[in-house]
């Protein structure tokens, strides 16, 4: 068991640059991936970025590659987002999520990310 807590979303206008961070409960070191997943209004739930806790593999959405860099740092048990070139479209609810190496995820409660000028 693990909790989730996400901070770092607000409101940015088109082209400026947000961090989201995601802080774990306990040692990240035990799970398989870490990674962010958003839901645009009136839209499903899509995957933005994944890492994983022990090579730091990143995989990334087209939508975001070149823009977004997600990270982890396993002293904090912490993995960031760092959100550069916003755009209108990346308005959203942020959600951090954590892998189990048995199939198991944990959510956070999203945090809420509106690019607009």
């Known amino acids: 068991q693990v909790q989730l807590v996400e901070s770092g979303g607000g409101l940015v206008q088109p082209g400026g640059s947000l961090r989201l961070s995601c802080a774990a409960s306990?040692?990240?070191?035990?799970?398989?991936?870490m990674g962010w997943y958003r839901q645009p209004p009136g839209k499903e739930r899509e995957l933005v970025a994944t890492?994983?806790?022990?090579?730091?593999?990143?995989t990334y959405a087209d939508s975001v590659k070149g823009r977004f860099t997600i990270s982890r740092d396993l002293a904090k048990n912490t993995a960031y987002l760092q959100m550069n070139s916003l755009k209108p479209e990346d308005t959203a609810v942020y959600y951090c999520?954590?892998?189990?190496?048995?199939?198991?995820?944990?959510w956070g409660q999203g945090t809420q990310v509106t690019v607009s000028s």
């Open positions: 999520n954590i892998h189990a190496y048995q199939g198991t995820d944990y």
């Open positions: 306990g040692s990240i070191f035990r799970f398989y991936a």
């Open positions: 890492i994983t806790t022990k090579t730091g593999t990143t």
